[in-house]
């Protein structure tokens, strides 16, 4: 089992910018694919981001490129989503998620693709 703990949201400024936290613990494999997504109000969970740790790649959505970094720090067992130009419509609750590494395959395009995941911290973003 995996347990993950969410930290790091809060309420900022149009062009502000946040660090959110993903604290991993439990069984943690040499390899995995870690995640973050986001579901705003009414609409459905999408993916923001994922780390293929051990490896390091990454991917991130279109509506992110250039303004969000997914990191991790293998000491801590921690990754890291450091969100940068923060705009309104990024205003979600922002999830960790974790799975076997081959789910950093599929363009965060499945959620069942992720078994393990945390319980959320909120992200808000006034114009």
């Known amino acids: 089992q995996i347990q993950l703990v969410e930290s790091g949201g809060g309420s900022v400024q149009s062009g502000g910018s946040l660090r959110l936290s993903c604290a991993v613990s439990g069984y943690i494999a040499s390899s995995m694919c870690m995640a973050w997504f986001r579901q705003a109000p009414g609409k459905e969970r999408e993916g923001v981001a994922s780390?293929?740790?051990?490896?390091?790649?990454?991917y991130y959505v279109d509506s992110v490129k250039g303004r969000f970094t997914i990191s991790q720090d293998s000491a801590k067992n921690t990754v890291l989503l450091q969100m940068n130009s923060l705009k309104p419509e990024d205003t979600a609750m922002y999830y960790c998620a974790a799975a076997g590494w081959l789910a950093c395959g599929n363009g965060l395009q499945d959620l069942r693709d992720f078994p393990f995941w945390g319980q959320g911290t909120q992200v808000t973003v006034s114009s």
């Open positions: 780390i293929q740790t051990g490896g390091g790649t990454t």
